[in-house]
């Protein structure tokens, strides 16, 4: 049976010294990985990345998930093999398609993201060789690139997939795959696309569960703090997802025109129990556990602990840490 590993989300929106703070309680907790998000408008993730890599000594850690749109690949390799080499080889890099909404707002076109997803992956695997790179793609065109120092391993890389041509790439192309979701509905569906994809390589894929988690002794309050985050999942989510668990489309369209008003008391009025069950993971710690192990028996085989935790972020850490995680080492 294979050992669960267990990761904790972290949004730079918050002051770097704070998020450096929840990643030593998360490496001093016995978690294995930190992920930082890559948002142009909150606190860089690089910067973020390295003031944590100073502070910690074993937790990997990298983006989670940067996209070649906003950030050339190449400058990605250089960025991910410098963080390798100021952890000591903690390195992890997370990479997907982008959020096509968010790129609209920076005036990029959304255009291939399958084929920018795997020319990326491709080209950033060969730099971190130590090799030279010519390509003619579709999406990325180089001539002769390579970093000008040696470095220091190749990083693993993680690709961000849903839709199931993104999960077929990312079950031959990458070393683990991100799965933005809480539901064991979504990975019964995404597994089963894996697993035909992977072959023979499915036993050396990790398969992530990026989760919307919160957790309380009191499960009210639990569900109180994840409310923001279903409504804007919700928002984004396809129109394939939303009908898989049979959410209204008319609810749906009542909290994204909320959200593009910034009239957010309406849109999280809107967000209903069915939504909350779809879309996230929240309630006591035996809650809590009861839905990660829906999703370890369905085959995800590393949990990360995704915004918003609960309330207050330190007190839900230590019931992570406590509570949840010792269940699953023992089994």
């Not at 909404?101 to 920018?116: D, G, N, Q, R």
């Not at 370890?296 to 309330?311: A, E, R, W």
Request: net charge positive; hydrophobic share 45%.
């Amino acid at each position: 049976m294979v050992e669960v590993k267990f990761g904790l989300e972290l949004v730079p929106i918050s002051p770097i010294s704070k998020l450096v703070e929840l990643a030593v309680m998360a490496e001093q907790m016995g978690l294995d990985t930190v992920w930082v998000t890559d948002h142009f408008n909150n606190r860089n993730v690089y910067i973020t990345l390295t003031a944590i890599a100073l502070k910690t000594n074993r937790i990997l850690l990298g983006p989670g998930v940067t996209n070649p749109y906003v950030i050339n690949p190449l400058w990605t390799a250089s960025a991910i093999a410098s963080l390798d080499e100021i952890s000591n080889g903690r390195a992890i890099l997370g990479i997907g398609a982008g959020d096509k909404a968010t790129l609209e707002k920076m005036s990029i076109k959304w255009e291939k993201p399958l084929t920018a997803v795997k020319e990326s992956v491709i080209v950033i695997r060969k730099l971190l060789r130590g090799e030279g790179v010519t390509l003619e793609g579709k999406f990325l065109k180089l001539k002769n690139v390579r970093l000008n120092y040696k470095p220091l391993r190749e990083v693993p890389i993680y690709i961000g997939a849903q839709a199931p041509k993104m999960l077929k790439l990312a079950a031959t192309l990458g070393d683990g795959i991100l799965i933005n979701a809480s539901n064991p509905k979504d990975y019964e569906y995404a597994i089963k696309i894996i697993k035909e994809a992977a072959k023979e390589k499915i036993s050396r894929l990790d398969i992530v569960a990026y989760t919307c988690f919160s957790i309380d002794r009191d499960k009210a309050k639990a569900r109180e703090a994840v409310i923001p985050i279903v409504a804007f999942i919700v928002a984004g989510s396809s129109k394939a997802v939303l009908e898989r668990h049979g959410i209204s489309l008319e609810k749906v369209s009542i909290i994204s025109n909320a959200l593009s008003k910034g009239d957010f008391k309406t849109a999280f009025a809107n967000v209903t129990d069915e939504m909350l069950e779809a879309f996230s993971i929240y309630g006591t710690p035996s809650e809590c556990i009861e839905a990660l192990d829906k999703l370890i028996k369905q085959g995800v085989t590393h949990i990360v602990f995704g915004s918003p935790l609960g309330k207050k972020k330190k007190d839900a850490l230590k019931l992570i840490a406590e509570e949840v995680i010792p269940h699953f080492k023992k089994s």
